[in-house]
């Protein structure tokens, strides 16, 4: 067989192999968000919510709720301590080189309706946006570890 060939087959069959191992599916039934999942909860810090959308977008994608900075193009505004914000899903995306859990919501900012997503950033390898929101910090947690298998 030709060597270029064969070097072609081989990268398109690990091509194949790497896209494969990219999953996403619904995991708003996880132990670690049933304090936030169906109820209002509130920021405890200023977010910001951005709207990556373009104009006249037949599906547009939620918007983005974060506490980090995207630039002033797509922003709808900052949202004050104290905003409430209701998540309804989560959906976990993992691929070979991370995995991250995006909670999605809706909100209401000055008088406007926005579904929105938050990224966890768990493939940080930390819980910190916990306290992002305020939920019953004081209510013991039970640990990662103690999680079903298919949660962590």
């Given at each position: 067989?030709?060597?270029?060939?064969?070097?072609?087959?081989?990268?398109?069959?690990f091509g194949l192999g790497l896209?494969?191992?990219?999953?996403?599916?619904?995991?708003?039934?996880?132990?670690?968000?049933?304090?936030?999942?169906?109820?209002?909860?509130?920021?405890?810090?200023?977010?910001?919510l951005y709207n990556i959308n373009?104009?006249?977008?037949?599906?547009?994608?939620?918007?983005?709720?974060?506490?980090?900075?995207?630039?002033?193009?797509?922003?709808?505004?900052?949202?004050?301590?104290?905003?409430?914000?209701?998540?309804?899903?989560?959906?976990?995306?993992?691929?070979?080189?991370?995995?991250?859990?995006?909670?999605?919501?809706?909100?209401?900012?000055?008088?406007?309706?926005?579904?929105?997503?938050?990224?966890?950033?768990?493939?940080?390898?930390?819980?910190?946006?916990?306290?992002?929101?305020?939920?019953?910090?004081?209510?013991?947690?039970?640990?990662?570890?103690s999680y079903p298998k298919e949660?962590?």
């Amino acid at each position: 067989m030709n060597p270029l060939l064969r070097t072609l087959i081989l990268s398109l069959l690990f091509g194949l192999g790497l896209t494969s191992c990219d999953s996403v599916r619904d995991i708003t039934d996880n132990p670690r968000y049933q304090t936030l999942i169906g109820r209002d909860v509130r920021t405890r810090v200023p977010m910001r919510l951005y709207n990556i959308n373009a104009p006249g977008i037949p599906n547009p994608t939620p918007c983005e709720l974060t506490q980090t900075r995207f630039g002033n193009n797509s922003l709808v505004g900052t949202l004050p301590p104290g905003q409430v914000v209701r998540f309804n899903q989560v959906i976990r995306w993992s691929n070979i080189y991370y995995t991250d859990d995006d909670l999605y919501g809706e909100l209401v900012y000055k008088g406007k309706r926005y579904q929105f997503k938050y990224s966890t950033l768990l493939h940080q390898g930390n819980e910190i946006w916990l306290r992002l929101f305020d939920e019953d910090f004081d209510a013991p947690r039970p640990p990662p570890e103690s999680y079903p298998k298919e949660f962590r």
